[in-house]
């Protein structure tokens, strides 16, 4: 069985064949799939979508990229939804320094507050981290994040920043990229994760894997992930399989 752990199956992406779309994921061995309610707009479909389908679950948050966007009682409101039987973790959220949409210090308080939400409902967190690698590891050990530890999405950090999260209690998750013929930083990242701390991911409808790259991506490639980091750890298809399925199950309390 794989285990999707980040996809955005609500997306407009995928409303004009969403239905097969979930269909090709299942014929293609994907067994768990965590579609990730990252704003306003997202989080009803993201809920919508897990309360259609048993093997589909939710992560509810708010992401760095919206964090301006973000009202009074929209805390409130992914504290409600956590006690939700499909919502199983806080996410994604983050820190994001590439689009300039919302300023640091908002990004930090809207982070920070949702970390400590986060610990507040029992939830392990996934994070959004895009070119605040510093900032990201910072703030989770000021806000002892290792007490739900969580999940990096889509790693594309170097050893260094992956061994601080490993130690703070966090899964190291990887997506297309990885696949990726000049991906040489994350090839030598997944190589050292250990096994029992390894994640894969789609990011779908984003970041699809080699030979789909540009193109929309969908849970099904997960299997090629599963195939990159089989070849890169020397184990079988299988054993990556049902290795990161395992771990996505423990992190999301899913056993």
């Not at 509810?60 to 929209?74: E, Y």
Request: glycine share 8%.
């Amino acid at each position: 069985m794989l285990f999707d752990t980040h996809a955005h199956l609500d997306s407009p992406n995928f409303d004009g064949d969403r239905d097969e779309v979930i269909a090709r994921a299942r014929e293609a061995g994907v067994g768990l799939i965590v579609n990730i309610g990252f704003n306003r707009e997202t989080i009803p479909t993201t809920i919508a979508l897990a309360e259609q389908h048993d093997f589909i679950y939710a992560a509810v948050g708010w992401h760095p990229v919206d964090s301006i966007d973000m009202k009074p009682g929209d805390l409130e409101w992914i504290e409600q939804l956590a006690s939700h039987p499909k919502v199983v973790a806080i996410g994604e959220i983050g820190l994001d320094y590439h689009w300039d949409t919302s300023p640091k210090e908002v990004q930090h308080h809207v982070f920070r507050e949702q970390i400590r939400l986060a610990k507040k409902v029992g939830k392990p967190i996934i994070i959004h981290n895009r070119d605040a690698h510093e900032d990201i590891v910072k703030i989770l050990k000021e806000e002892n994040a290792s007490e739900v530890g969580g999940i990096m999405h889509c790693f594309s950090g170097s050893w260094e920043t992956a061994k601080l999260c490993l130690d703070m209690n966090f899964y190291i998750s990887f997506g297309g990229p990885v696949t990726f013929k000049n991906a040489r930083v994350p090839k030598e990242v997944l190589a050292k994760v250990p096994l029992d701390r390894l994640l894969i991911e789609t990011d779908c409808p984003y970041l699809a894997p080699h030979p789909y790259r540009g193109k929309r991506n969908e849970s099904a490639y997960v299997a090629l992930v599963a195939e990159a980091a089989a070849e890169i750890t020397g184990k079988s298809v299988g054993e990556i399989s049902r290795i990161t399925a395992e771990n996505g199950r423990k992190c999301f309390g899913l056993l």
